[in-house]
C-alpha cells in the first residue's frame, strides 16, 4: 500500500495534463520516492523544502505544461482548419455575423438602458408630478406655491424647480432663439453640475427683482460666441433686457433641451397655486429612503389640499426616478426584445456551426477511428474538436468585434434621436466583456454535440464503414439542429410581422388633419416690444395676411402648439347645467388658435362656425372637438351650451370639428377645445403653413415674411409635420426594421441549416437512391423523396416555432398597436414564408439527388 | 534541404539554468531523472534541489528540442524500470556553445572590473 505522503503527491500530479502523467508519472513518482528519502535523512527542514518545491510544481509548472498541449492542439486545429478552408470560412463568417449583431446591440443597450445616470448612480434623484385622480390627471406639472410649500416642508428632499422656455439672444449677429430654462439654484448640484467657467447660481440670485444673470451651455458658447474666453462677465441681451453671463455649464449637463438658464424667481404672493406650470425634481437626502421620502411628500399634499381646498382639493403626488423619467419603459423594453432577437440569431448561427462540425466530425470518422486504434486517447480526440471550436470561435469573436466596431457609428447615425444616450454607446470595455461572455457560451454551445459524437467513437464500427458511413447518431442531431433552427426563425418571423404590422397600422392612423405640405415655425415676441394682446395680435394678423398672399401658400396659420409638437396644454374643465359630467371635471387639451387654423390643417368644421379673428367677436367663444362634445352632452346639439374652465371663467360653443390625434399616434384623440389666438397668445406661438405642393420654399419664405415686418425677431425650430410624424413612429419603425432585418437573417441562415442537412443526406443515400433509380424510380420521385424529408424537418420546426412564438409574442405586446400577439394572418404569413424559404432550400439537393448515376452509385459499394 | 546545424543552435541559447544543468549532469554519461536530481544537487552542494515538475517538464522539452534522448530498454542494463537520459551530438554542441558563451561574458565582466580577477 502507498505511502500516505505518495498518495498526496499523487494527487497534486493531477494537475498536470493527462498526456504528460501518461508519459513521466511513474517517473516522477519513481524519483520523489527516492528524494523524500534522501530528505528523510537529511530532517524535516528539508522535507517541507520538498514539499513546498511540489506545490509550486503543481501551481506553476502545470499550468505550463497545460499551455503547451494547447499551443499543440491550436497549432494541429489551425492547419487542419487551413486545409478545410471553405468550412471554417463558413463557420467564421457565421459566427462573426452572430457575435457583431450581438455586441452591437448590446452596446446600444449598454449605453441607454444598463449604464446608470452619471449624475445619480444610487437613484436617489426624482422627478415629482401632481396627480389628480378624479381627473385622471397623472404626472402633471406642480405649481410654483406648492413647490415652495413642499420645499419649506420637506425634510427627505431637496427640491429644484424649472420652467422650460425660450430664450431670443440679440447683439451677436442675427436674433437667435435657443430653448432655456427658468431654473431654481438648486437644480445644478442637485444634479451634481459644475461650471466649466465662472460660477452657477446661488440663492441670493433668486431674489425677485435681482440683477439679470444667465448661465449658457459650452456649445452655444462656441456656436454663438466663438468660445471667446472672456464671456464670463460680458452682457448679452436676452429678450429685451441685458443680461450679464456669470458661467458657462457642460454640454448636456442638465437633461434637459435648454442652452441658456436664468434664475427661476418665486414671487409666492403674486403666483396662482392651481396654476400647474413647474417642472420639480428631487434628491433623498442622505439617510432617508425613497419610500419615506414618498409618503412625507404624500402626507404634505394632503395638508395643503386642506389649507387650499380651492386649487389643491384631489391633487396628489407622485413620484419616478430620473432614471425611470429619462429612459422610459418602452425604450427599455424595445431594446430588450432587439437584444434577445439578436440572441436568436446567434443561436441559429451556433445551430449551424455545430452542424457543420457535425458533418466534418463524421467525415472524418476514419481519421479519427485511425488515430484512437493506434492509440491516441480518446480526450485527446475530443480536446480536439474543442480546440478547433475554440479556433473558430476566436476568430469569428475577433471578426465579429470588429464588425460592430464599423458598424456601431453607422447604426448611431440613422436612430432616432428620440432614444436617450444613444450616441455614447461604443465598443468599450463592457461591452468587449460582453462579447468574450457570448464567444465563450457561442463555443460551449456548438462544440458540445460534435465533441459528444466524436468521444463516442465506435472505432471498429467506424473503421469498417469507411469516411462514408451511414452515421445515425450526427445525422440526426444535425436534423434536429436543423427544425429548431427553423423554430427560431420562426419565432423571428412572427415577431417581425407583428411589429412590422403594428408599424403599418400606426402610419396609417386617422390623424384628423392632413399633415402633407405642412411646415410649423416658433416665433417668439417679447411683452417688452409687444404690450398686450392687441399689438402682438396685430403683428400676427399682419404675418399670416402677409404669409398667406405669398405665392405658393395655400393657408396659413397661428397656434400655441401644433400637431406633434414637443409638449401639450391641457386643464379641467366642467359643464354649465346639465351634462353627462354631472358636475365632475373632464381633463381636456386645449389650443390657442387662429381662425385660418381648422382650413390649414384640414381638420373638418362638423358644427356652428369658426372664430372670426376680432377680438370683441370671439371673446368667451370656443370650438370643441367631436369626442369633446360626446363626452359632456352625448348626441345632443352642443352649439349655445357653456363650459367652465376654472379661473379662466366661463366660455360659449359656437362650433364642433373633428377629432385630432395631437400628441401620439397610439393613442386616441383627447377631448379638445379651442380658443381664439385673436384674445389669447402665448409669448411665444408656432406658426403653420400648408404650401401648395412640396414645402421646400416654405423656410425661407417665413423667414423673409418675419424680417419684413420686424427685423428683430427670431424664427425657430422650424420643421414640417411630416417629420414630426416620422419622429414619433421612429422607435416603432426601428423595432420593426431591427427585428425584421434579424428576421430575414434567422431566415436565412436556417435556409443553410436545412441546405446542408438535405445535401449531407443526398451524399449519404446516393447508393440508395441509385438503386431506387435502377429499379424504376423517376425524378419526381426522388426529388420528391428528398423534398419531403426536407418539409417534414420545416414542419416539425414550424410546429414547435408557432407554440414558442405564441409564448414569447405576449412579451411583445406593450411595444404593438391595434395588432393581437396571435394574430392568424400575420402567423400564417410567417409560416408560409419559412415553409417557401424552406422548399428552395431543400430544391437544389433534390435536384442533385435526381442526377446521380445508378451505376455509378452502385459501383462505387 | 541543408540542416543549418549553427543556426539551430543559436536558436536555443541562452539556455534556461535547468537545461544546462541537465546537460551538464548527463555530460559523463546517461542517468535516470534521479541520478540527474542527484548529480545536480551534488555539484551545487545541495544549494539547488531539482524538484521532480522542474526535472520532468524540461526534459520534455529537451526532448523534444533533441538535446538529449532516451536510450531504449535494455541498454540501461541495471534498473529496467526506469528510464534512463543521454546527451545528443546536438546537445554536446549546444552545451559547449552555452558554456562558450558564458564564459565569454564572463570575461566581459572582468574587463570592466565587475568580477575580480583571478590572482
Same mark, same amino acid.
Given at each position: 500500500m502507498p505511502l500516505l505522503s505518495e498518495r498526496l503527491y499523487r494527487v497534486l500530479l493531477r494537475c498536470y495534463p493527462g498526456e504528460f502523467r501518461d508519459e513521466y508519472e511513474r517517473e516522477m513518482l519513481l524519483a520523489f520516492r527516492d528524494r523524500l528519502a534522501a530528505d528523510r535523512r537529511a530532517g524535516r527542514g528539508a522535507i517541507a523544502r520538498l514539499w513546498w518545491q511540489l506545490v509550486v510544481d503543481a501551481i506553476v509548472r502545470a499550468p505550463g505544461e497545460h499551455l503547451d498541449v494547447l499551443r499543440q492542439d491550436v497549432r494541429y486545429a489551425l492547419r487542419s482548419l487551413l486545409r478545410a478552408r471553405v468550412f471554417a470560412f463558413t463557420a467564421i463568417a457565421t459566427l462573426a455575423i452572430g457575435v457583431g449583431a450581438n455586441t452591437a446591440i448590446f452596446s446600444l443597450l449598454h449605453a441607454v438602458v444598463l449604464r446608470p445616470l452619471p449624475f445619480d448612480p444610487e437613484g436617489r434623484v426624482v422627478r415629482i408630478w401632481a396627480i389628480n385622480s378624479t381627473l385622471d390627471v397623472d404626472g402633471f406639472s406642480v405649481s410654483l406655491p406648492d413647490y415652495v410649500s413642499w420645499k419649506e416642508r420637506s425634510k427627505t428632499l431637496d427640491l429644484a424647480a424649472w420652467l422650460n422656455g425660450g430664450a431670443t439672444l440679440r447683439g451677436t449677429g442675427d436674433p437667435v432663439r435657443v430653448p432655456s430654462l427658468s431654473t431654481t439654484a438648486g437644480l445644478f448640484p442637485l444634479l451634481g453640475v459644475h461650471a466649466a467657467r465662472g460660477r452657477l447660481f446661488t440663492p441670493a440670485d433668486e431674489t425677485v427683482n435681482g440683477r439679470p444673470v444667465a448661465l449658457i451651455t459650452e456649445g452655444l458658447w462656441r456656436a454663438q460666441f466663438g468660445g471667446n474666453p472672456q464671456i464670463v462677465g460680458s452682457t448679452v441681451t436676452i429678450g429685451e433686457r441685458p443680461h450679464e453671463i456669470i458661467g458657462v455649464v457642460p454640454e448636456g449637463s442638465v437633461p434637459q433641451d435648454a442652452e441658456v438658464f436664468v434664475p427661476l424667481r418665486i414671487d409666492v404672493a403674486r403666483e396662482d397655486r392651481s396654476d400647474h406650470t413647474a417642472q420639480v425634481i428631487g434628491r433623498v437626502r442622505p439617510g432617508a429612503t425613497l419610500d419615506q421620502a414618498r409618503g412625507e411628500l404624500e402626507s404634505i399634499a394632503r395638508q395643503l389640499a386642506l389649507e387650499f381646498p380651492d386649487s389643491n382639493r384631489n391633487w396628489g403626488v407622485t413620484f419616478s426616478t430620473a432614471y425611470e423619467w429619462m429612459i422610459p419603459e418602452g425604450t427599455r423594453r424595445a431594446l430588450y426584445v432587439l437584444l434577445a432577437s439578436v440572441c436568436c440569431v446567434l443561436l441559429i448561427a451556433c445551430a449551424n456551426v455545430a452542424s457543420l462540425m457535425l458533418a466534418r466530425t463524421a467525415a472524418r470518422r476514419r481519421e479519427i477511428a485511425v488515430r484512437v486504434a493506434i492509440g491516441a486517447a480518446r480526450r485527446r480526440i475530443v480536446r480536439q474538436v474543442l480546440t478547433e471550436s475554440l479556433v473558430l470561435t476566436a476568430f469569428g469573436g475577433v471578426a465579429g468585434v470588429l464588425l460592430a466596431w464599423w458598424s456601431v457609428p453607422v447604426i448611431r447615425q440613422w436612430l432616432p434621436d428620440t432614444l436617450p444616450r444613444v450616441n455614447e454607446s461604443s465598443v468599450n470595455a463592457p461591452v468587449l466583456l460582453f462579447s468574450l461572455g457570448l464567444c465563450a457560451v457561442t463555443g460551449v454551445i456548438f462544440a458540445t454535440l460534435p465533441a459528444l459524437s466524436g468521444s463516442r467513437a465506435d472505432v471498429v464500427e467506424w473503421l469498417k464503414e469507411g469516411a462514408r458511413g451511414s452515421s445515425g447518431a450526427a445525422a440526426r442531431w444535425r436534423q434536429t439542429l436543423a427544425a429548431a433552427q427553423i423554430a427560431i426563425a420562426t419565432v423571428l418571423l412572427v415577431g417581425a410581422g407583428l411589429l412590422i404590422q403594428s408599424l403599418h397600422r400606426l402610419q396609417r392612423v386617422e390623424l384628423g388633419f392632413n399633415p402633407a405640405n405642412i411646415t410649423t415655425a416658433m416665433i417668439g415676441l417679447t411683452p417688452e416690444r409687444y404690450k398686450g394682446p392687441e399689438a402682438s395680435w396685430a403683428f400676427y394678423q399682419r404675418l399670416l395676411e402677409r404669409l398667406a398672399a405669398a405665392p405658393g401658400v395655400q393657408a396659413a396659420a397661428l397656434t400655441n402648439g401644433a400637431p406633434f409638437d414637443e409638449g401639450n396644454t391641457g386643464m379641467p374643465i366642467g359643464a354649465v347645467g346639465p351634462s353627462r359630467l354631472n358636475g365632475k371635471s373632464l381633463q381636456a387639451d386645449w389650443r390657442m388658435v387662429s381662425p385660418g387654423y381648422f382650413k390649414a390643417l384640414q381638420i373638418? *368644421? *362638423?358644427?356652428g362656425q369658426g372664430f372670426t379673428g376680432t377680438p370683441a367677436r370671439d371673446e368667451r367663444t370656443m370650438i370643441v372637438s367631436a369626442t369633446m362634445a360626446k363626452r359632456i352632452w352625448g348626441d345632443e346639439n352642443v352649439l349655445g351650451r357653456e363650459i367652465t374652465a376654472g379661473p379662466a371663467g366661463n366660455f360659449t360653443i359656437v362650433g364642433v370639428v373633428g377629432d385630432v390625434r395631437n400628441e401620439d399616434l397610439a393613442l386616441p384623440p383627447a377631448p379638445t377645445m379651442y380658443i381664439s389666438s385673436a384674445q389669447y397668445q402665448w409669448s411665444t406661438m408656432t406658426v403653420i403653413v400648408r404650401s401648395i405642393g412640396a414645402e421646400t420654399q416654405a423656410p425661407s419664405l417665413l423667414r423673409t415674411a418675419v424680417r419684413e415686418i420686424d427685423p428683430q425677431l427670431a424664427l425657430y425650430n422650424v420643421r414640417t409635420t411630416i417629420d414630426r410624424l416620422d419622429r414619433s413612429a421612429a422607435q416603432p419603425r426601428l423595432n420593426a426594421t431591427l427585428v425584421g432585418l434579424f428576421a430575414a437573417v434567422a431566415a436565412l441562415l436556417a435556409a443553410l441549416g436545412i441546405y446542408g442537412v438535405l445535401a449531407y443526406l443526398v451524399s449519404l443515400r446516393q447508393q440508395e437512391i441509385g438503386i431506387r433509380m435502377a429499379l424504376g424510380a423517376g425524378r419526381p420521385a426522388v426529388v420528391g423523396l428528398i423534398l419531403s424529408r426536407g418539409l417534414w424537418l420545416t414542419a416539425s420546426g414550424v410546429g414547435a416555432g408557432i407554440v414558442a412564438a405564441l409564448g414569447v409574442s405576449r412579451w411583445l405586446r406593450s411595444l404593438m398597436f391595434e395588432v393581437s400577439p396571435t394574430d392568424p394572418r400575420t402567423i400564417g404569413l410567417a409560416v408560409a414564408l419559412v415553409v417557401l424559404v424552406a422548399v428552395v432550400a431543400s430544391y437544389a439537393p433534390a435536384r442533385r439527388a435526381t442526377r446521380v448515376d445508378p451505376l455509378l452509385a452502385l459501383r462505387s459499394q | 534541404m541543408p540542416r543549418d546545424i549553427g543556426a539551430e543552435v543559436h536558436a536555443l541559447l541562452p539556455l534556461p539554468p535547468a537545461f544546462l544543468h541537465i546537460l551538464i549532469a548527463l555530460g559523463d554519461g546517461e542517468r535516470h531523472g534521479y541520478g540527474i536530481m542527484q548529480n545536480v544537487s551534488e555539484r551545487t552542494a545541495g544549494r539547488i534541489r531539482m524538484s521532480p515538475g522542474t526535472l520532468y517538464g524540461s526534459i520534455k522539452r529537451m526532448l523534444a528540442d533533441g538535446l538529449i534522448e532516451e536510450l531504449t530498454a535494455g541498454a540501461a542494463g541495471a534498473d529496467e524500470r526506469r528510464r534512463f537520459y543521454r546527451l545528443t551530438r546536438f546537445g554536446r554542441r549546444v552545451a559547449a556553445a552555452e558554456a562558450e558563451r558564458l564564459s565569454s561574458l564572463l570575461a566581459q565582466a572582468r574587463g570592466s572590473g565587475l568580477v575580480p580577477r583571478k590572482s
Open positions: 373638418p *368644421l *362638423l358644427r | -
